[in-house]
């Protein structure tokens, strides 16, 4: 609609989108409409004015709101880190994806007064923050919600001897500097124990002096490397005495209404042959109503974790700050005490348990005609691992199998294939990303890594879970009760374009529009399968897409394709299915009136949405740093053999590179690429040499040298062997015609070793 065309009093396309960037909160069409008093054919004029910013990339849309690209989340948690020149307060976010771009920098506004108590933050403390507009100098502004745990002012490094007799420092993080520390300020330090130390004097000439505040373990102990990771990220693990023992005091809860007797349904569990705690139960049946020909009914039943997790007790608390449980290739950081976890709350065999049941009816096509939600009491008919429910379904049950093959597995079975129907009709995003395993020895190093098969019985109780969620999410938005939703956005404006101009290097449309589905992805998935692009494709697919978080604005979940969802299924090691257990016993009058969901205002789930989204990201990025430092001690004696790698990821220093056996991640400094001069080329997703036109793309097989390992910190470096191909006519016209707009040739940039693969 030209402007001329527009309704008087319809408001530029610079008001509107400067009202979206200065009110991140309130940015729906509604809201602009109400913003500037439109009515009528100017409320149509802004349908078309947004439009045509969002199709030239200047707004996105998330959902119902519209957002500024690239802007943060509405509420984050920040580590306040110096100050400006003026003395205000300035942060970055405790956990941050690069793959998301630069970290942002965060200006906290000062406390307003005469509003309840003052919050003033300091340098290293951990703030729960409002996140504003962005200003002229890119800095962002935030306001305090809330003052969370101070992080220790110290440094994690192990005690090392020196030739000399004396004692130093070796910090765990690459950034960080050696220190020296006297004898006296050892404690009861030992070389090769993991310390926390505080710099008691940085010197311009020469190491910085420190002091041992605390002995964390021998580096030599099984656990060592996840304790790094534990401690660099302030991930709590050690459960205060009042958690406890109210965890030991728990009573089991007694068969009256409204809980209701379930324990002759032949539910069954199946999980990780390793797994302590049993948290879901499922059963499928065919369904005899003569009304639903060829349809099945499908129960889960999730572990009662509310009845023993009340709202404001001591648990409670502490369960809101871990946010979700860790696991490390060497241990589990639980959420709840293992009195909780593993005894009262898991879904043993033969033993009496409390859940949260759903029970869901679907047609012969996998739609679902109805579901209700139920509190009951179970008893687990059976225990399987996966691998033992697939062996069984596949013809070869063992003598635990055997006697439920017929009764139990085949009818859940024949749901699962009915499930699987409706399943592709919604056509969720379907990337073939393989996870791999590491496989410990007893004395704690890397036995092997191994790429575990994706097998049916994993997809079963997938699909069951994300069938329960949706049900979860249903009856409460029916019900208008507030909860925390799993969110995940479509992709930016700015991805799709990037991921569009690369598929046109490999002849693959992707079509123009906000309204892009996840079978548009998959179409392209499709059409490289079984071929050399195939590891390329599906890598640069992931890249697009957002990221997942929690929030009590639903906004649906793209990668499933799902209006609404919300985690249901995992309360002893999630706080967000927690919440939505409290939510459905208060919705539906299921509880006792301690353990359903308190009086609680938006605000107050956009803060507990906040601190989970925060914690479930520290959690991933504390489990990618432990791999990261074993496969790097693993590696450590072998400097100089050649590996079989991908590249799989590239910065304007270098190339990233995933080791095929291992899964390890390593880097290759530009400078070790070759004689060219390398380009990194983002729209293609390579590095091009400017003389030749040669080069490397993401997803390519190559074969490296290991140039060097930092044990402690898991950096990994390597050199080229692999010489650079041909990247063809596209990407060489391309190169040329970038070339002529270049001012000069920088100098070669040599990388450190580092990690370029982010998890959605």
């Excluded at 195939?534 to 890598?539: A, E, F, I, R, T």
């Amino acid at each position: 609609m030209s402007k001329a065309a527009r309704p008087k009093g319809t408001p530029s396309r610079e008001a509107i989108a400067a009202f979206i960037r200065d009110n991140p909160q309130k940015a729906t069409k509604r809201d602009i409409a109400r913003a500037f008093g439109l009515k009528g054919d100017a409320r149509v004029a802004l349908k078309h004015v947004l439009r045509e910013l969002e199709e030239e990339g200047l707004i996105e849309k998330r959902g119902k709101r519209l957002a500024t690209p690239g802007s943060l989340p509405p509420v984050m948690v920040l580590e306040v880190t110096g100050r400006d020149p003026d003395g205000g307060l300035l942060a970055r976010p405790i956990e941050w994806d690069t793959e998301r771009g630069a970290v942002p920098r965060i200006a906290i506004a000062p406390p307003k007064k005469g509003r309840g108590k003052v919050i003033v933050p300091g340098v290293g403390d951990r703030v729960l923050t409002r996140i504003g507009e962005q200003a002229e100098d890119g800095a962002y502004a935030g306001r305090v919600i809330k003052r969370l745990d101070r992080k220790k002012a110290a440094v994690l490094g192990v005690v090392r001897r020196t030739d000399k007799g004396g004692y130093r420092i070796e910090p765990t993080e690459r950034k960080q500097s050696e220190m020296e520390v006297d004898k006296a300020d050892l404690g009861d330090a030992k070389p090769g124990d993991l310390v926390e130390v505080e710099t008691t004097r940085s010197g311009r000439h020469g190491l910085s002096k420190a002091k041992v505040l605390e002995v964390i373990g021998s580096l030599k102990s099984e656990k060592a490397v996840s304790m790094i990771a534990i401690h660099a990220h302030g991930i709590p693990h050690i459960f205060p005495d009042e958690v406890l023992a109210e965890a030991e005091a728990a009573k089991r809860p007694r068969l009256v209404p409204p809980r209701e007797d379930w324990r002759e349904v032949p539910l069954m569990t199946i999980d990780p042959e390793t797994a302590k705690d049993h948290d879901d139960a499922v059963h499928g049946a065919p369904d005899h109503d003569p009304k639903n020909p060829g349809g099945h009914i499908v129960t889960v039943a999730i572990a009662d974790v509310a009845h023993f997790v009340r709202p404001g007790s001591a648990l409670d608390r502490e369960a809101q700050k871990r946010g979700n449980s860790v696991y490390f290739p060497d241990r589990v950081v639980p959420m709840l005490p293992e009195r909780i976890s593993n005894d009262l709350c898991s879904l043993r065999e033969n033993e009496d348990r409390p859940a949260m049941a759903v029970r869901m009816v679907f047609d012969a096509q996998g739609r679902k005609r109805s579901h209700s939600f139920h509190r009951i009491m179970m008893r687990s008919h059976a225990k399987l691992s996966y691998e033992q429910a697939q062996q069984a379904i596949d013809g070869a049950p063992d003598e635990t199998a055997a006697p439920v093959l017929d009764t139990i597995l085949k009818p859940l079975w024949a749901a699962y294939r009915c499930l699987l129907k409706g399943r592709k009709d919604r056509e969720p995003l379907e990337l073939d990303i393989p996870e791999r395993k590491i496989v410990l020895g007893e004395d704690g190093t890397v036995d092997k890594v191994v790429v575990p098969p994706r097998l049916d019985a994993h997809k079963l109780i997938e699909e069951c879970m994300i069938q329960a969620n949706v049900a979860a999410a249903e009856t409460l938005e029916k019900k208008k009760q507030a909860l925390v939703f799993r969110i995940h956005d479509a992709p930016a404006l700015a991805k799709q374009e990037a991921l569009r101009e690369f598929l046109k290097t490999l002849d693959i449309p992707l079509a123009r529009g906000a309204q892009l589905r996840p079978s548009a992805f998959n179409a392209i998935l499709d059409r490289v399968e079984d071929t050399d692009h195939s590891p390329l494709v599906h890598g640069v697919v992931l890249r697009s897409q957002s990221q997942a978080e929690y929030s009590p604005d639903n906004i649906g979940h793209f990668g499933l394709n799902l209006k609404r969802y919300a985690h249901f299924t995992s309360p002893i090691r999630r706080y967000a299915d927690l919440i939505v257990h409290r939510a459905l016993i208060r919705a539906l009058g299921l509880g006792d009136g301690g353990d359903e969901l308190p009086d609680m205002e938006l605000d107050q789930l956009r803060e507990i949405a906040g601190l989970i989204s925060s914690a479930e990201r520290r959690a991933v990025n504390a489990e990618r740093d432990t791999v990261d430092r074993l496969i790097a001690e693993h590696l450590d004696g072998r400097v100089g053999e050649t590996f079989d790698a991908r590249v799989s990821g590239m910065t304007s220093s270098g190339l990233f590179v995933t080791l095929d056996a291992y899964g390890a991640d390593g880097f290759i400094p530009a400078s070790k690429l070759g004689e060219d001069y390398y380009r990194h080329d983002e729209a293609l997703h390579a590095m091009v040499g400017e003389r030749t036109g040669r080069g490397y793309r993401l997803g390519d097989a190559v074969e490296v040298r290991l140039a060097e390992v930092q044990a402690l910190a898991g950096a990994i470096r390597f050199d080229m062997e692999s010489d650079p191909r041909d990247l063809g006519k596209t990407m060489k016209s391309r190169h040329k015609a970038t070339r002529g707009q270049r001012s000069g040739r920088p100098a070669r940039r040599s990388g450190r070793a580092g990690r370029g693969k982010g998890k959605r």
